[in-house]
């Protein structure tokens, strides 16, 4: 004895094309979708648990470094702009035989004090045998332990994807608790917004061959976040 699925559709008429039963499913579903209750809906958007999304800045800092740390990418704080560069020099120094780094044309990378690093930056986009790229984040999101890049002229997405290794430095107050907080800048509902928003949670990985995980296999092998800014209570 056999049993059928409820939810399977079968031709009661020998001549019925898998168009017509396609047509009878999704009439199904628009049906079972107008018998929605949106109180009930409301109701249990109501009950859900409330997350930790409104705790202080402090802790919004926390959860970012956190999530980035698990997700496989280093973190580093500086106060300013000339410890950032300093950091920089030391991630640099210890992983490369050189201080040569690639960035784009933002203005902030650009008014960094590369020479108090002993750095050689090269400002444009990335191209082969460029080892270290650095860019700074528009925001952190410390729900994901995403640092969010704006690409344009100035931020070209090579930067993002080439090198081996990416630096990305993000100032302490643009890290933002939650997802949806990323979209508060006014640009981006002024039409003044840039050409594209890449998040980046961790460095590339990959284990989709055989379960055996692969660095690198999408872009940068190591990403190394700077948190620019001085802490509480300083």
Do not use: C, Y
């Not at 409301?42 to 698990?70: C, H, K, M, W, Y």
């Not at 704006?150 to 070209?156: G, I, K, S, V």
Request: charged share 25%; hydrophobic share 40%.
């Amino acid at each position: 004895m056999s049993r059928e699925s409820p939810n399977v559709h079968q031709a009661e008429n020998p001549g019925e094309t898998l168009d017509d039963a396609e047509k009878i499913i999704m009439a199904r579903l628009r049906g079972a979708g107008s018998r929605d209750n949106p109180e009930l809906i409301a109701r249990q958007l109501a009950e859900l648990p409330a997350t930790d999304a409104a705790a202080g800045s402090g802790d919004v800092v926390e959860r970012f470094r956190e999530r980035l740390i698990n997700s496989g990418a280093s973190v580093a704080t500086a106060s300013d702009r000339r410890e950032a560069v300093l950091e920089i020099s030391r991630f640099v120094s210890a992983r490369h035989a050189q201080r040569r780094v690639v960035t784009g044309h933002d203005a902030r990378l650009a008014a960094l004090p590369w020479r108090d690093g002993g750095l050689l930056p090269r400002f444009g986009s990335a191209a082969d045998g460029d080892a270290v790229a650095v860019s700074w984040a528009m925001d952190g999101i410390a729900e994901t332990g995403s640092v969010v890049l704006w690409l344009d002229r100035r931020n070209p997405a090579l930067n993002n994807l080439l090198p081996d290794d990416q630096i990305i430095l993000v100032e302490r107050e643009r890290i933002q608790a939650r997802l949806e907080d990323l979209w508060h800048h006014d640009e981006l509902h002024t039409g003044h917004g840039p050409r594209g928003v890449m998040m980046i949670s961790g460095p590339s990985s990959t284990a989709d061959i055989g379960l055996h995980l692969v660095k690198g296999a999408h872009g940068p092998r190591a990403l190394h976040v700077i948190i620019v800014g001085e802490t509480e209570g300083e």
